[in-house]
């Protein structure tokens, strides 16, 4: 019926923008190490827009997108193709409060070639969630004439897209208050030629979101709620079988807490189906909290639909930090069993640990890692700042008292003091932070992980990848291993904003230097855990290994002894074991 109309395009650029590091250049890599879900979630709903031709018949809508972390953003190539075109914008997605200051300086650029640039994500949700008007950085945007979105952009891309295209899009859409509905939603998917950008080719996707906790540090309960919403079996299927027809089947999901999602059994029981009926090669790594082993059949199940990682939020193992930030759902008389419980199956554990809380020291701090490392069998361990983030609770508290915090938000990355600490300095607080990795990962404990893995099953290709990353990743090449990349790029005119453009002859031989300087690191480190797993390899009692974090509790009276250790802290309501309070009275007689 519209055969003779001509055709017109309206090209969206989708660049997720990355952060800055201390010298001001982008941190940006060969390939990247974790795949960006905002991206893949808002390509899928503009290859949805152009399926349903929202801007009439005779107009296609042209997507492309790249992930600053693993591809150089090309400004000038970009709004080339957006002319050419003849009409078009850039997306800036799922902007960071750390990568806000980049997302600008790019915006500044595309607003320059005069183009309409609208950029949403936490930073821009997390804000207008929780202040009272809108922060000077957000003010900035605006006066640069960039369009801000807050909240899940489902069922709403459409919308935006037509009002870009008739040149009447609303300074800010504000959709925080309407939650959409997860069953049936557009789901998250990239290309493979964006996928295998990313290291071991991960694609991801979020089977649900909100999470039913309070954590005061926490963002996503006041963006995306407190209530489940999450995808059906049928769209997980449909996902799966979308990456997979393409050579993808290994993903990153990327629930905050995939064991709170209400939904989480019939979508493992259709992923088993699949790999075990259809031989599906389906690797799954997942978020989850440190109750999840109390949920029957789950943690079983998540093994048998081909999880072999789990990410948890361990975050302290001092109830009174705990009960402080309001993450009372950890309950540290359980963590034995529970990481034991992921072991069974074969399954390596990540735990997040957050440096920083009100009573936290350098001594207590020293002595929790070393209990940690005796006491507890995860493998991972990775640090974290205690940090106000725009959007938390922690964050809202501070503003509203005045407290000064760090006006940068390119620091806001967690490997950063952005707010004054109670006992620690800030010097001291950086150095608890550096030592931290240092104390962790030694060459002794970095051997003990390796015995626990071989005689748990855990693939030990992977433990010995993850531990290079993870204890060289901050000390190496002073990114955090949730940026980390392989092969870092540092191109000289991609600069902060602010920050010189410095002379090729300066530059290029500081950048050889410091090339050279950190892939020395980087053998050095590799040789010496690969001569250690060899060693464990080859040890003839490796089968037998056993050390008190892998001993499982005996009966119902035995308490581990860091939780006699902290047995003061743990409130009565807590649903404490009355053990450990008699155990801590028996030993003041
Ligand atoms: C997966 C994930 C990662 C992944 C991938 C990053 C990504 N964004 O995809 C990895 C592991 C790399 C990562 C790393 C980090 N992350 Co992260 N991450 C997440 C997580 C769990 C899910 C992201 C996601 O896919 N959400 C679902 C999508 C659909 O939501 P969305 O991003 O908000 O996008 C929707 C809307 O905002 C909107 N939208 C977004 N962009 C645009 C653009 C336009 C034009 C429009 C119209 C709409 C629109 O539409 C989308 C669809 O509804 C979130 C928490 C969460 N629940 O979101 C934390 C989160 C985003 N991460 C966070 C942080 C702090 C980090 C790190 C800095 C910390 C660290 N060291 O781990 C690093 C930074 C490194 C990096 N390069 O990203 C914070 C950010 C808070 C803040 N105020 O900045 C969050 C919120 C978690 C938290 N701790 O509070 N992260
Ligand atoms: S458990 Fe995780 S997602 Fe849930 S409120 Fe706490 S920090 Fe946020």
Redesign the pocket.
């Given at each position: 019926m519209h055969g003779n109309l001509p055709k017109r395009a309206f090209r969206v650029v989708?660049i997720?923008p990355?952060?800055y590091d201390q010298d001001g250049y982008v941190?940006q890599w060969l390939r990247?190490?974790?795949?960006?879900?905002?991206?893949?979630?808002?390509y899928g709903?503009i290859e949805e827009c152009a399926r349903d031709r929202v801007l009439g018949p005779d107009i296609d809508i042209e997507v492309e997108a790249c992930d600053e972390?693993n591809t150089i953003v090309d400004v000038a190539g970009a709004a080339k193709r957006i002319r050419a075109a003849g009409a078009g914008?850039v997306?800036?997605?799922?902007?960071?409060?750390?990568?806000?200051p980049r997302a600008l300086d790019l915006a500044r650029q595309f607003r320059a070639q005069g183009l309409t640039v609208?950029?949403?994500?936490?930073?821009?949700?997390?804000c207008i969630s929780m202040l009272p008007a809108l922060p000077a950085d957000l003010q900035e945007a605006r006066d640069l004439g960039i369009?801000l979105?807050?909240?899940?952009?489902?069922g709403?891309?459409a919308e935006?897209l037509r009002d870009v295209a008739a040149d009447r899009a609303k300074p800010i859409?504000n959709y925080l208050n309407d939650m959409?509905e997860m069953a049936a939603a557009v789901y998250?998917i990239l290309p493979r030629a964006l996928v295998t950008r990313v290291a071991g080719h991960y694609s991801?996707f979020?089977a649900g979101?909100g999470?039913p906790f309070q954590c005061s540090?926490?963002?996503?309960i006041n963006?995306?709620g407190r209530k489940s919403r999450y995808r059906t079996p049928d769209d997980v299927e449909a996902i799966v079988r979308a990456n997979a027809a393409q050579g993808i089947t290994r993903f990153?999901v990327?629930?905050?807490n995939f064991a709170r999602n209400r939904n989480w059994e019939p979508i493992l029981d259709r992923l088993i189906e699949l790999r075990e009926r259809e031989k599906f090669n389906i690797k799954l790594l997942l978020?989850v909290d440190t109750l999840c082993h109390r949920i029957p059949n789950f943690i079983e199940k998540s093994a048998r639909a081909g999880c072999t990682a789990i990410f948890l939020g361990l975050e302290n193992i001092n109830p009174e930090s705990l009960m402080g930030a309001k993450k009372r759902q950890n309950k540290i008389w359980e963590y034995r069993d529970m990481l034991l419980a992921w072991r069974a199956q074969k399954v390596m554990t990540y735990a997040?640990y957050i440096l920083g809380f009100p009573t936290d020291t350098p001594a207590t701090i020293a002595r929790d890692i070393e209990i940690i490392k005796k006491e507890l069998p995860v493998d991972i361990l990775?640090f974290?700042y205690l940090?106000p983030?725009?959007?938390?609770e922690d964050h809202k508290n501070l503003y509203m008292r005045g407290v000064p915090m760090d006006p940068d938000m390119n620091k806001?990355?967690?490997?950063h003091a952005c707010t004054a600490h109670p006992l620690m300095s800030k010097e001291t607080w950086t150095q608890v932070y550096a030592d931290a990795w240092r104390r962790y990962y030694t060459d002794e404990h970095v051997e003990t992980i390796m015995r626990r893995a071989i005689v748990s099953g855990i693939n030990r290709t992977k433990v010995l990848d993850s531990l290079t990353i993870f204890s060289g990743a901050a000390r190496i090449d002073g990114v955090?291993?949730?940026?980390f990349g392989f092969f870092r790029r540092k191109l000289r005119k991609q600069r902060r904003s602010g920050m010189p453009i410095r002379n090729p002859l300066a530059f290029y031989p500081w950048r050889a230097l410091d090339f050279l300087k950190v892939t020395s690191q980087w053998l050095r480190l590799i040789w010496r855990y690969r001569r250690i797993m060899a060693r464990v390899t080859k040890d003839p009692a490796a089968g037998n290994y056993v050390d008190e974090a892998l001993r499982p509790h005996t009966g119902a009276g035995e308490t581990d002894h860091f939780v006699e250790v902290f047995a003061d802290k743990i409130p009565h309501t807590h649903g404490a074991p009355v053990r450990v309070a008699a155990a801590v009275a028996a030993a003041a007689e």
């Amino acid at each position: 019926m519209h055969g003779n109309l001509p055709k017109r395009a309206f090209r969206v650029v989708l660049i997720k923008p990355s952060h800055y590091d201390q010298d001001g250049y982008v941190i940006q890599w060969l390939r990247s190490t974790l795949p960006s879900n905002s991206l893949a979630s808002v390509y899928g709903l503009i290859e949805e827009c152009a399926r349903d031709r929202v801007l009439g018949p005779d107009i296609d809508i042209e997507v492309e997108a790249c992930d600053e972390c693993n591809t150089i953003v090309d400004v000038a190539g970009a709004a080339k193709r957006i002319r050419a075109a003849g009409a078009g914008m850039v997306g800036l997605i799922g902007v960071q409060s750390n990568q806000y200051p980049r997302a600008l300086d790019l915006a500044r650029q595309f607003r320059a070639q005069g183009l309409t640039v609208v950029m949403g994500g936490f930073h821009v949700s997390g804000c207008i969630s929780m202040l009272p008007a809108l922060p000077a950085d957000l003010q900035e945007a605006r006066d640069l004439g960039i369009h801000l979105f807050a909240g899940e952009a489902e069922g709403r891309m459409a919308e935006v897209l037509r009002d870009v295209a008739a040149d009447r899009a609303k300074p800010i859409y504000n959709y925080l208050n309407d939650m959409p509905e997860m069953a049936a939603a557009v789901y998250p998917i990239l290309p493979r030629a964006l996928v295998t950008r990313v290291a071991g080719h991960y694609s991801s996707f979020d089977a649900g979101r909100g999470c039913p906790f309070q954590c005061s540090f926490c963002t996503i309960i006041n963006v995306q709620g407190r209530k489940s919403r999450y995808r059906t079996p049928d769209d997980v299927e449909a996902i799966v079988r979308a990456n997979a027809a393409q050579g993808i089947t290994r993903f990153f999901v990327t629930d905050d807490n995939f064991a709170r999602n209400r939904n989480w059994e019939p979508i493992l029981d259709r992923l088993i189906e699949l790999r075990e009926r259809e031989k599906f090669n389906i690797k799954l790594l997942l978020q989850v909290d440190t109750l999840c082993h109390r949920i029957p059949n789950f943690i079983e199940k998540s093994a048998r639909a081909g999880c072999t990682a789990i990410f948890l939020g361990l975050e302290n193992i001092n109830p009174e930090s705990l009960m402080g930030a309001k993450k009372r759902q950890n309950k540290i008389w359980e963590y034995r069993d529970m990481l034991l419980a992921w072991r069974a199956q074969k399954v390596m554990t990540y735990a997040g640990y957050i440096l920083g809380f009100p009573t936290d020291t350098p001594a207590t701090i020293a002595r929790d890692i070393e209990i940690i490392k005796k006491e507890l069998p995860v493998d991972i361990l990775e640090f974290f700042y205690l940090t106000p983030l725009p959007g938390s609770e922690d964050h809202k508290n501070l503003y509203m008292r005045g407290v000064p915090m760090d006006p940068d938000m390119n620091k806001y990355d967690l490997e950063h003091a952005c707010t004054a600490h109670p006992l620690m300095s800030k010097e001291t607080w950086t150095q608890v932070y550096a030592d931290a990795w240092r104390r962790y990962y030694t060459d002794e404990h970095v051997e003990t992980i390796m015995r626990r893995a071989i005689v748990s099953g855990i693939n030990r290709t992977k433990v010995l990848d993850s531990l290079t990353i993870f204890s060289g990743a901050a000390r190496i090449d002073g990114v955090h291993p949730l940026q980390f990349g392989f092969f870092r790029r540092k191109l000289r005119k991609q600069r902060r904003s602010g920050m010189p453009i410095r002379n090729p002859l300066a530059f290029y031989p500081w950048r050889a230097l410091d090339f050279l300087k950190v892939t020395s690191q980087w053998l050095r480190l590799i040789w010496r855990y690969r001569r250690i797993m060899a060693r464990v390899t080859k040890d003839p009692a490796a089968g037998n290994y056993v050390d008190e974090a892998l001993r499982p509790h005996t009966g119902a009276g035995e308490t581990d002894h860091f939780v006699e250790v902290f047995a003061d802290k743990i409130p009565h309501t807590h649903g404490a074991p009355v053990r450990v309070a008699a155990a801590v009275a028996a030993a003041a007689e």
